[in-house]
């Protein structure tokens, strides 16, 4: 039974609200971090309360990723909102509460009795703290696209899988690629700035682009994914892991909006359009650090050759067209 009588998720203030989002979503530390605020609302017109609405946003389309829908809109009373908080942290934490029942949950798989998956793996799992509280948030919770189980299958797998090389993470290395991660999200978020601010005459929907931003390579550095990408995604990558990483960085590019791939992978059906707010950032995304001016050039005239099955002339013009505005703005590191 709900314990009515916890002050935790009723006596949350606003800087704890922050600081609870902050720790388990890196979407929303970067949207902090970053400011990316400022761009939204502009540098006056923003409040602590109009960026946490934001923040919790962030937090209910992440929850839709993992096919978690909350029917009840609980942003709009920052008393009960911490049950968001919750039950994203429930989510990040699914595969440490997983692994001492893992059996269990694979009975639960493989059986018939799959009715409410979340609410019948919270019982399995039996969470303690204040994870007890959650059953007064999935009451009016369900699960869609079944991504929620696929999370869950790909967490069995995992912890199945004893032989993949890069399974054990390097914390050192593993922080590292989080720093680089977080500058090249700077640059990308610095140029598509100047993009937008030098392309007045084209209808941008900045609040798609922010999404975008904060979305950034998050993939990437995700609990799940961040041991792998860490070791294969440099330049100095061993001969013996050089197949791994063509394969993980052909399943980003697939997934990842800022990389052409996206919009000619031929698993999509149809496939995506490729929209102004797209190109603003997949343009943006080819200075990296110690790009030259050359190099950056190269990059985007091989991403139009890359995209030419679904990149219309008028859109290889725009790309074009951006390309130059980010020469002018763009300081040769070289």
């Known amino acids: 039974m709900y314990n009515w009588g ?3 998720m009723y006596t949350l203030t606003l800087p704890q609200h922050f600081v609870n989002l902050r720790e388990v979503s ?3 530390e970067d949207y902090i971090s970053r400011q990316t605020y400022i761009l939204e609302y502009g540098p006056d017109d923003y409040t602590a309360n109009s960026i946490l609405s934001t923040c919790y946003e962030i937090i209910y389309e992440e929850l839709n990723e993992y096919g978690i829908v909350v029917d009840t809109d609980w942003r709009n009373d920052w008393f009960t909102c911490g049950y968001i908080y919750l ?3 429930f989510v990040d934490d699914l595969p440490q509460l997983i692994r001492p029942v893992k059996d269990d949950i694979e009975n639960y798989l493989n059986s018939s009795e799959m009715v409410d998956e979340l609410n019948d ?5 039996q969470p303690s703290g204040d994870f007890k509280e959650l059953p007064y948030i999935l ?3 369900y699960t869609t696209d079944n991504k929620f189980l696929e999370y869950v299958k790909s967490i ?3 912890l199945n899988d004893e032989t993949v090389p890069v399974k054990i993470p390097n914390i050192e290395q593993a922080k590292e690629y989080i720093i680089k991660t977080g500058k090249l999200r700077e640059l990308a978020t610095k140029y598509s700035r100047i993009l937008m601010s030098n392309l007045t005459d084209l209808a941008i929907d900045v609040n798609v682009v922010n999404k975008m931003l904060r979305d950034y ?3 990437k550095i995700s609990p799940e994914l961040i041991s792998i990408y860490s070791k294969v995604d440099t330049d100095k990558v061993p001969e013996y892991l050089s197949d791994l990483k063509d ?3 052909q399943e980003h590019h697939e997934r990842a909006p800022h990389h052409i791939e996206y919009y000619t992978d031929p698993k999509k059906s149809p496939l995506p359009l490729v929209t102004v707010e797209a190109l603003i950032l997949m343009v943006a995304h080819h200075v990296e650090i110690g790009t030259t001016k050359a190099e950056f050039a190269e990059a985007v005239e091989d991403m139009i050759v890359k995209g030419r099955s679904v990149l219309r002339e008028d859109k290889i013009s725009l790309i074009r067209r951006m390309k130059d505005i980010i020469l002018l703005n763009m300081e040769d590191s070289k």
């Open 26 to 28: 890196d979407a929303v």
């Open 6 to 8: 916890n002050p935790c």
């Open 156 to 158: 069995i797998a995992n």
């Open 217 to 219: 390579d998050v993939d």
């Open 87 to 89: 039950l994203r942290k």
């Open 121 to 125: 793996i919270y019982e399995i799992v």
């Open 139 to 141: 009451s009016s919770t």
């Open 247 to 249: 394969k993980y960085m």
